[in-house]
């Protein structure tokens, strides 16, 4: 049994700054890489950011630096710190975590995600 919530969502002006925060737990004690999407809408989701277990990240090219994801292992949380919001970013953001490599078949466990609007 293995739950993925997200919280941190809300309304900002154009301009400001959102932290999200997502929490894994349940019957597994580590996951692997863990990460942020998000779906507009009409449209499809897509990749924001992702993290390893080592602290690698990837970022999506529409994030041109305004955006960071950090990780507590210990915890199974991760971040995602959002400066600098334009209306564009206005999306529901879901969180996603991949179990543990030892896991057959491995599964990845998704969030119900947390709304992000950005309008003034």
């Known amino acids: 049994q293995v739950q993925v919530v997200e919280s941190g969502g809300g309304l900002v002006q154009p301009g400001g700054s959102l932290r999200l925060s997502c929490a894994a737990s349940g019957s597994i004690f580590s996951f692997d890489a863990m990460g942020w999407y998000r779906q507009a809408s009409g449209k499809q989701r897509e990749l924001v950011a992702v993290?390893?277990?080592?602290?690698?990240?990837n970022y999506a090219d529409f994030v041109k630096g305004r955006f960071t994801i950090s990780r507590d292992g210990a915890k199974n949380t991760v971040y995602l710190q959002m400066n600098s919001l334009e209306p564009e970013d206005t999306a529901v953001y879901y969180c996603?975590?991949?179990?543990?490599?030892?896991?057959?078949?491995?599964?990845?466990?998704w969030g119900q995600g947390t709304q992000v609007t950005v309008s003034s």
């Open positions: 993290i390893s277990t080592g602290g690698t990240t």
């Open positions: 996603n975590a991949a179990g543990p490599l030892w896991q057959r078949p491995r599964i990845s466990y």
